[in-house]
């Protein structure tokens, strides 16, 4: 082997112009198939992904042949980054295999249209304005059951076999299993320790808050469908996947009429399209001096579902084409206070891209995954205040009281609060697969056992082994690893916290709002330009002073709700948790 650090680093500069040509390619043809969805796309990007994997496992053999005995860090991390490629490692034919598994299950899930009495029905945006809006029980129940049938059940044997060929990739790449090769990411040897210590601080917050919910919900569908000191039907909570409740604000504001929060009607009411929304989002980035969107980005991406018919991968997406020119995002835009929201969440993906374009291409990631999937999010923390939404024209008048306060905390508390149980299970489930601990002959039974221990809700109508319900949400079928929202929702507080401080913000952290406040953007933006370069304390560090993910930021910020939420609970006599099991009557 070689211990000579001027060649290796010979090695790592080819490596950066051959790789970017690679993935560049790889990236357009996927580009192609996701906002065209035809046999020939497909199996274009698939031949292309089949490319790109021999010149990674290529490459992984030259930097596998070096002695890294007293080179520097930043060669020896490089050349780690280059030795493990994932599914690559398989034989060529598993990894066709694997190739059109996952382009298959991407097609189902993204092509799936249910239909009833000659109506077909769209995940986005028929599915999700029937959940967010409708209070009609057996209406959410048919939604619910009816998208589970279309892309759930049918998803099982791929799954299985999907489960195969990623722990053979992970053992080819030293690793035990699929799970411990995602873990992997984090460079830590504890991240299941981290996670479940920071679950276990934030539980209390959302038992008090399943508690109010399943209060309201009481009454609104009554004790047939409710039981006090039980689980939630899980379609009734405004979402798909019960994963954020913030479309129950109606029923869950605290001081009726007090302090508008819900944008909807003035952005429709403002005649807003995807591309105002956009440029709304885009102008908050640049009052923070962060770099703006590119003119690429605005003549290429793909930010409404497209109206001739054509089917696309819906599910948003942030796009870096390894190239340093062409970012876009694929979204297909809503207008809603929701997506307004997503909006701001794939554009932290490309300000992330945009930040560290410039360096060489196994650096261009986050520092942990979850860091990428926090920056849009912090910046959205400020967008959502009352006083942004007045700023802007999105909401007349900012009530400022103790009421008005709650009323908006309550508003952030249904999308943030209710998520981090569902962020939390994802990889709880997928984990206990590639392990072994749940087997085929579970998979359904074992994902209703995390949404009841760590959820508290249950499913409208029985399930069984002929269902598979975890692949009616897109990164089960996507294979796109799901911790790393988990940890974007803790740290996303921490960053919000200091990043307030930076803006010399002093007064309650919920009041914050970043907006103008280009000492805040450049501290964003220095740790943004570190990449994936460093170890994540380090860049954590670099941001909040400190190398420690913690939960106390997020809990800061909820304080006063949580105080409200217990007094609530406690007035209605209500129990929090949901030991008393049974079962929701059926809908007539
Ligand atoms: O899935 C998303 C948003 C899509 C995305 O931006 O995270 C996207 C997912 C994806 C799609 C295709 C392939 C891989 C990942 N991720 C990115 O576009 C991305 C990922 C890594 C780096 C840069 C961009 N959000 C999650 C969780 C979430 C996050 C924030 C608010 C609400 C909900 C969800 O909807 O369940
Ligand atoms: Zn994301």
């Known amino acids: 082997s070689v211990n000579d650090e001027l060649l290796a680093k010979e090695f790592l500069g080819d490596f950066n112009t051959r790789a970017m040509d690679v993935y560049s390619k790889s990236a357009f043809k996927a580009w192609d198939y996701n906002t065209n969805i035809t046999e020939y796309n497909r199996e274009q990007m698939v031949n292309s992904n089949l490319e790109t994997a021999v010149f990674s496992k290529d490459m992984s053999g030259y930097a596998n042949a070096f002695d890294q005995t007293g080179f520097t860090t930043d060669t020896k991390r490089q050349l780690d980054s280059i030795r493990y490629i994932g599914s690559a490692a398989l ?64 998803a099982r044997e791929d799954y299985t076999r999907y489960v195969e060929l990623k722990n053979q990739a992970a053992i080819a790449n030293d690793q035990p299993d699929a799970g411990a090769y995602w873990r992997s990411y984090y460079e830590v040897d504890n991240l299941q320790e981290i996670t479940e210590k920071l679950y276990d601080e934030l539980q209390p917050l959302y038992e008090q808050l399943h508690a109010y919910v399943r209060r309201k919900l009481f009454n609104r569908y009554g004790a047939d469908y409710i039981n006090l000191r039980g689980p939630i039907p899980a379609h009734i909570l405004g979402n798909m996947w019960a994963q954020s409740w913030s479309n129950l604000y109606d029923i869950c504001e605290p001081f009726p009429g007090k302090q508008a929060v819900d944008i909807t009607p003035a952005l429709v009411e403002q005649n807003y399209d995807a591309l105002r929304m956009f440029e709304l989002s885009d102008e908050f980035f640049e009052s923070l001096g962060l770099i703006k969107m590119p003119q690429e980005f605005w003549d ?74 926090a920056v849009g999010d912090v910046l959205a923390l400020s967008v959502s205040t009352p006083k942004h939404l007045k700023e802007v024209g999105l909401i007349d008048e900012v009530v400022d009281d103790q009421e008005a306060d709650l009323n908006f905390l309550m508003s952030i508390a249904l999308d943030k609060i209710s998520f981090l149980p569902f962020g939390y299970l994802m990889d709880q489930y997928r984990w206990g697969i590639f392990n072994g601990t749940t087997p085929e002959s579970k998979f359904n039974e074992d994902w209703w056992k995390l ?47 200091t990043l307030c401080e930076a803006a010399g913000q002093t007064q309650e952290l919920y009041k914050c709002d970043i907006y103008n406040s280009t000492d805040a953007g450049t501290l964003l933006a220095n740790m943004l330009k570190m990449g994936s370069s460093k170890p994540w304390p380090e860049a954590l560090d670099a941001i909040i002073g400190s190398t420690e993910i913690s939960a106390q930021s997020l809990i800061n910020y909820f304080q006063p709700l949580i105080d409200y939420l217990k007094e609530q609970n406690e007035m209605n006599g209500d129990t929090v948790g949901w030991a008393e099991m049974y079962t929701p009557k059926d809908p007539e």
């Open 91 to 154: 034989p060529d034919e598993e990894l066709e295999e694997l190739e059109n598994i996952l382009s298959g299950m991407e097609s189902r899930y993204s092509t799936g249209k249910p239909c009833e009495a000659g109506t077909c029905y769209s995940l986005e945006p028929d599915l999700t304005r029937i959940m967010a809006t409708s209070h009609d029980y057996s209406e959410l129940y048919w939604a619910w059951n009816a998208w589970r049938a279309e892309v759930g059940a049918p």
């Open 300 to 373: 290429h991406s793909m930010i409404e579902k497209p109206d001739d018919g054509r089917d696309v991968v819906c599910h948003a997406s942030a796009w870096d084409f390894s190239n340093q020119v062409d970012f876009r995002i694929k979204q297909c835009t809503d207008i809603t206070m929701d997506d307004f929201i997503t909006i701001h969440h794939e554009m932290g993906h490309i300000e992330y891209y945009l930040q560290y374009k410039d360096l060489p291409v196994v650096y261009r990631g986050g520092a942990n995954p979850g860091f990428h999937e």
């Open 451 to 497: 949404r009841l221990r760590y959820q508290g809700i249950i499913p409208p109508t029985t399930r069984t082994e002929e269902d598979f319900d975890p692949a009616a949400k897109y990164h089960i079928p996507a294979d796109v690893p799901y911790i790393r929202y988990f940890i974007s929702f803790v740290l996303q507080f921490q960053f919000h916290e």
